[in-house]
């Protein structure tokens, strides 16, 4: 089956500690994007990635890295100087960019820091 | 820049009442409208999309949305809801051309009542 994953369901760090997030899409799209929802507060974008080997900021880049090397990969790295890490992050795909594409979306990682 | 309004945060409903979920966006441009449905602690799923043509677009799960331009909303329908429909809904926004960022609404959270 076609589709997004996201590993892993549910994690745990401690403050100060530096965390990646896994995506692997299997749908040959080229556009990937990372996702931040808050409750009450939608989703908000946080890095997307037209191709391999490039990635532009979203609206809340800040704390976040990201790395496209694959094409069916996109990794997201909370660090530590993300000041509100715990969050729903959402990955999602589209075959290419522009309005049109509709974005599939992965079932999500929930991120604790405490 | 767009941005999407979705006014009701919590709509209670009746089971096989009909029920209407608010949309409106502003944007200088034309626009690609969108909306998603999140069940808990999963992905988003796109119940319908409006590109162009025909403003009354049906989508999945019984679920239909008419665009009004001159009112600039894209409200979502359901003439008679179930159980299952309880979840949270967003609707989300893109401009033509340019990069296939998505403007999400904050969600309105459906409760289907037995």
């Known amino acids: 089956d076609g589709g997004i994953t996201q590993s892993p369901k549910y994690l745990f760090r401690k403050e100060g500690q530096n965390v990646t997030l896994s995506c692997e899409q299997n749908?040959?799209?080229?556009?990937m994007y990372w996702y931040r929802q808050d409750p009450g507060q939608g989703l908000r974008l946080i890095y997307y990635?037209?191709?391999?080997?490039?990635?532009q900021k979203g609206d809340i880049a800040e704390g976040y890295s990201v790395s496209r090397e694959k094409k069916e990969s996109f990794p997201l790295t909370v660090t530590s100087a993300q000041k509100n890490p715990t969050a729903f992050y959402l990955c999602?795909?589209?075959?290419?960019?522009?309005?049109?594409?509709?974005?599939?979306f992965g079932p999500g990682t929930r991120l604790t820091v405490t | 820049a767009q941005s999407v309004t979705q006014l009701d945060s919590q709509v209670p409903v009746f089971e096989e009442a009909p029920v209407e979920l608010r949309c409106n966006y502003s944007?200088?441009?034309?626009?690609?409208l969108f909306w998603y449905v999140q069940y808990p602690n999963q992905g988003l799923q796109l119940l319908l999309k409006?590109?162009?043509?025909?403003?009354l677009v049906k989508g999945i799960n019984g679920f239909e949305a008419e665009f009004n331009k001159s009112q600039t909303s894209f409200h979502l329908r359901k003439p008679s809801v179930h159980i299952s429909d309880t979840a949270e809904y967003f609707c989300?926004?893109?401009?033509?051309?340019?990069?296939?960022?998505?403007?999400f609404g904050t969600g309105t959270r459906l409760t289907v009542i037995p």
């Open positions: 989300a926004v893109s401009d033509l051309g340019g990069a296939n960022n998505l403007f």
């Open positions: 990635s037209q191709i391999v080997n490039d990635f």
């Open positions: 409006y590109l162009s043509g025909s403003t």
């Open positions: 944007s200088s441009v034309s626009v690609y």
């Open positions: 999602a795909s589209s075959p290419r960019t522009g309005g049109l594409y509709e974005q599939y």
């Open positions: 749908l040959n799209h080229d556009a």
